[in-house]
Structures are given as structure tokens and as C-alpha cells.
């Protein structure tokens, strides 16, 4: 646990930044390949739809997607 962070404090702010987005990003794909393996008829459209359904939660995804037009 030391070691982790005083690896985390040689980054400095934005080497830890960048790979807090880095993390972001790995998680979000996989949630992609998750989903997919789950549903492998669904569309990439439906996929990414419940990947921001699941990262959001159902309220701010309402307001985000069917608060603004017809429903999906």
C-alpha cells in the first residue's frame, strides 16, 4: 500500500489525472465487452446506451436520454 502511494505522488497532479481517466476509460470498456457477452444481438447504440444507463443511474440517464426526446 505504501509503495502504491508513493508511486501515486511521483505522477504528480496531472500524471494522476491522466491515469484516473485511464482507469475511466478501462472500466468502461470493460462494461462494453460485458454487456456485449450478455447481449450479442444488441446493437453497439443499445450497447453504449445501458453502458451510460449503469455509469449514470436510472435518474440522471432519464434526464440525460429520455428526458429530451421520444423514448428509446
Do not use: H, K, Y
Not at 485511464?22 to 453497439?44: F, K, M, N, Y
Not at 449503469?54 to 421520444?70: I, M, N, T, V
Amino acid at each position: 500500500f505504501e509503495r502504491r502511494i508513493e508511486a501515486l505522488r511521483a505522477l504528480g497532479p496531472s500524471g494522476r489525472f491522466a491515469a484516473g481517466l485511464a482507469l475511466c476509460d478501462e472500466v468502461r470498456e470493460g462494461l462494453l465487452a460485458t454487456i456485449r457477452a450478455r447481449r450479442p444481438g444488441e446493437s453497439d447504440d443499445a450497447v453504449r446506451r445501458e453502458v451510460a444507463r449503469l455509469l449514470l443511474g436510472e435518474e440522471l440517464f432519464d434526464q440525460a436520454f429520455r428526458g429530451s426526446g421520444p423514448a428509446p
